[in-house]
C-alpha cells in the first residue's frame, strides 16, 4: 500500500521508472499486445450508507499484461528473487507486475466533535505505493506485494477531506489535530489461491462459473493480520483467477475479463473472508514515537462481500459493497465500505 514524495515531480519519476520496468497490458491481454490500461478505484463507506471507519480511498492502477515465464529467463534483481520465492512449480504459469498508488482515510463517526473521540478510532491518513508480483496458471493464483507510504498529517487525509466536504456540503470535519502522527509505513503480504471448482462450459462458450478459495498473510506497521476465505464468481469472459479489488485500499486491479479482444466482459461475484488481526496502525496507534490515541481492537473478524464487474470494448466498470464484523470493542458503528473501479484501456 508511496507517494511518499512531497512534489508531484519526484512521483511522476517513479511511476515512468516502474512502468519501465514492468511494461503494461490489461488482465489476461496477450503478450504480444501492450496496451496501455489505467483504472482509478474510488472507495467509500457513503456508498454503503454510513459514515465513519475506512471513510475513503482513491487508488490510482497501472496492471501490467499477463506473459509467459521462459526457462531461464531474467528480468532484474528483485523479480528474479521473487520468481525464486513462488510455490507454482508449472512451467506454464504467467506472471504480472501491477502498481498502485493512492490515499486512504480513516476518521470517527462523529467528525463535528472538536475533542478527542476516545470512544472511536483515531483520525488518520495513508499515502502508498505497491508493487505486487503475481502469478497464475488454469488453477492456481498467487500475490507478493510490498507497500511503502507515509501515515500522518504528510499524508494530506485531513486536506482531502475537508475539500470533499465543502464541495459536497456534508459536515466539516473538526478533530483532525488528534490524527496519528507521522511515520513511515512499510508492509509486506502473501497470497495464495487455488480454483477448487470450474464450470465445463466456460472454456467452450464463454460463459460459466467458478469457485476458489485463498489463503494470506501480511507484515508490517501498517497491519499484521493472516486471512483466508472463499471467492464464487459467474459470468462470461473470466479471468483465470479472482483478483483482490474488493480489499480495502489494496484494489490494483480491475477483475472484468480477458482482455480488448472481447467485445462484452460481465462478471457478478460473493465471498466471505476470515481475518486474525494481529495488529492494525488504524485502530492500535503509531507503533513507534509519541503515543497516539488508540481503541480495543478485535482480532478475529469476519466479512462478507459482493459485487459485479464488466466491461466493453476498451471500458472498465466495477462495483463492490463490503460488511463485516465489529473491528474495536468500543465501536458503534458497522464495518461497510463500497468501491467503484473505472478503467480505460488506451
Known amino acids: ?36 490500461p489505467v483504472a482509478i478505484v474510488f472507495e467509500n463507506d457513503l456508498f454503503a450508507g454510513e459514515d465513519g471507519g475506512y471513510t475513503s480511498g482513491v487508488v490510482l492502477t497501472l496492471p501490467s499484461s499477463w506473459h509467459g515465464i521462459k526457462p531461464g529467463e531474467r528480468a532484474n534483481f528483485f523479480t528474479d528473487f521473487i520468481d525464486n520465492l513462488s510455490l ?28 478527542l473521540v476516545v470512544d472511536d478510532q483515531p483520525y488518520a491518513g495513508l499515502l502508498f ?22 501515515i500522518g498529517p504528510s499524508a494530506r487525509a485531513k486536506q482531502t477531506q475537508k475539500i470533499v466536504h465543502r464541495i459536497t456540503g456534508s459536515n466539516d470535519p473538526q478533530g483532525w489535530d488528534y490524527q496519528l502522527h507521522d511515520e513511515a509505513a512499510v508492509n509486506i503480504d502473501y497470497e495464495h489461491l487455488w480454483k477448487i471448482y470450474e464450470s465445463p462450459s466456460e472454456a467452450v462458450a464463454g460463459g460459466g462459473s467458478d469457485f476458489s478459495t485463498y489463503l494470506g498473510a501480511s507484515l508490517g506497521n501498517l497491519a499484521t493480520e493472516v486471512d483466508g476465505g472463499v471467492i464464487m464468481r459467474w459470468g462470461v469472459n473470466l479471468s483465470l483467477m479472482p483478483c483482490s479489488v474488493y480489499k480495502g485500499g489494496l484494489g490494483y486491479m480491475p477483475d472484468v475479463g480477458n482482455g480488448i479482444k472481447e467485445n462484452w466482459t460481465l462478471f457478478l461475484m460473493a465471498g ?3 481475518t486474525y488481526l494481529g495488529y492494525s496502525v488504524f485502530l492500535d496507534g503509531n507503533s513507534w514515537g509519541e503515543e497516539s490515541h488508540s481503541v480495543s481492537r478485535i482480532p478475529e473478524q469476519v466479512s462478507v ?42
Open 1 to 36: 500500500m508511496v507517494r511518499i514524495f512531497s512534489r508531484c515531480g519526484g512521483l511522476s519519476l517513479l511511476v515512468l521508472g516502474l512502468l519501465n520496468i514492468t511494461g503494461m497490458g490489461w488482465c489476461g491481454e496477450e503478450e504480444n499486445s501492450k496496451p496501455i
Open 88 to 115: 507454482i512449480a508449472d512451467s506454464s504459469k504467467q506472471r504480472r507486475e501491477p502498481m498502485s498508488f493512492g490515499q486512504l482515510m480513516f476518521s470517527p463517526k462523529d467528525i463535528k466533535d472538536e475533542q
Open 129 to 150: 505505493g505497491r508493487l505486487v508480483h503475481e502469478y497464475q496458471t488454469r488453477r492456481r493464483g498467487e500475490k507478493f506485494g510490498v507497500i511503502v507510504g507515509i
Open 272 to 274: 466471505a473472508e476470515f
Open 305 to 346: 462481500f459482493c459485487g459485479f464487474g464488466m466491461g466493453y470494448e476498451r471500458f472498465r466498470l466495477n462495483m463492490f459493497l463490503l460488511r463485516g464484523t465489529d473491528m474495536f470493542r468500543e465501536q458503534r458503528h458497522s464495518t461497510q465500505y463500497g468501491s467503484l473501479t473505472l478503467g480505460w484501456v488506451f
